[in-house]
T-cell receptor
Framework: GENVEQHPSTLSVQEGDSAVIKCTYSDSASNYFPWYKQELGKGPQLIIDIRSNVGEKKDQRIAVTLNKTAKHFSLHITETQPEDSAVYFCAASNPGGSYIPTFGRGTSLIVHP | EAQVTQNPRYLITVTGKKLTVTCSQNMNHEYMSWYRQDPGLGLRQIYY?????VTDKGDVPEGYKVSRKEKRNFPLILESPSPNQTSLYFC???WGTGLESPLHFGNGTRLTVT
């Protein structure tokens, strides 16, 4: 089955700095890679996703890059703000495989004012 | 408002006392699933359902049951809860298969089994 590794588990930055979270996956057939943000006391919420036919996608301060050859994808947050503090999860799934999307273990991002 | 609603938000029970956590979505999604979240382990899928009366096991199904009698509802049943089922539980739904479309999560149910 699919295996997703996510690093780092904790990331502490100063407000205004950039933050990068990296994930690797094992199933070369995976082709959908969403990122979720989980704020305290809430469920995860999709913030951006990318499909395998695209190498990069941006949405304001958030971007995701995908390297299919190396089987890794990354979340980039620029000009971080305190409200970006949350737990972030990456996921990978293969529509032709089992119906179980696989999540990384999460990154706790702390943005210091 | 499009949402996934779980109840209750908090639940404390004793070993062996059957309980049900309800989940309902108002987006007419076909795919629904249950996850548990434990520190350091991320989100692990318990069961999923592709449609009414169609359910299947996820990665950690032992000790859990589900049913999908209606499209909008997907309850999670613990027939004989044990302390190792103490966890934070999330219900999620998706318009696709859940594999190529985003998941919409509820706000979670924190379960403590003593």
């Amino acid at each position: 089955g699919e295996n997703v590794e996510q690093h780092p588990s904790t990331l502490s930055v100063q407000e205004g700095d950039s933050a990068v979270i990296k994930c690797t996956y094992s199933d070369s057939a995976s082709n959908y890679f969403p990122w979720y943000k989980q704020e305290l006391g809430k469920g995860p919420q999709l913030i951006i996703d990318i499909r395998s036919n695209v190498g990069e996608k941006k949405d304001q301060r958030i971007a995701v890059t995908l390297n299919k050859t190396a089987k890794h994808f990354s979340l980039h947050i620029t000009e971080t703000q305190p409200e970006d503090s949350a737990v972030y999860f990456c996921a990978a799934s293969n529509p032709g495989g089992s119906y179980i999307p696989t999540f990384g273990r999460g990154t706790s991002l702390i943005v210091h004012p | 408002e499009a949402q996934v609603t779980q109840n209750p938000r908090y639940l404390i029970t004793v070993t062996g006392k059957k309980l049900t956590v309800t989940c309902s979505q108002n987006m007419n999604h076909e795919y629904m699933s249950w996850y548990r979240q434990d520190p350091g382990l991320g989100l692990r899928q318990i069961y999923y359902s592709m449609n009414v009366e169609v359910t299947d096991k996820g990665d950690v199904p032992e000790g859990y049951k589900v049913s999908r009698k209606e499209k909008r509802n997907f309850p999670l049943i613990l027939e004989s809860p044990s302390p190792n089922q103490t966890s934070l539980y999330f219900c999620a739904s998706s318009w696709g298969t859940g594999l190529e479309s985003p998941l919409h999560f509820g706000n979670g149910t924190r379960l403590t089994v003593t």
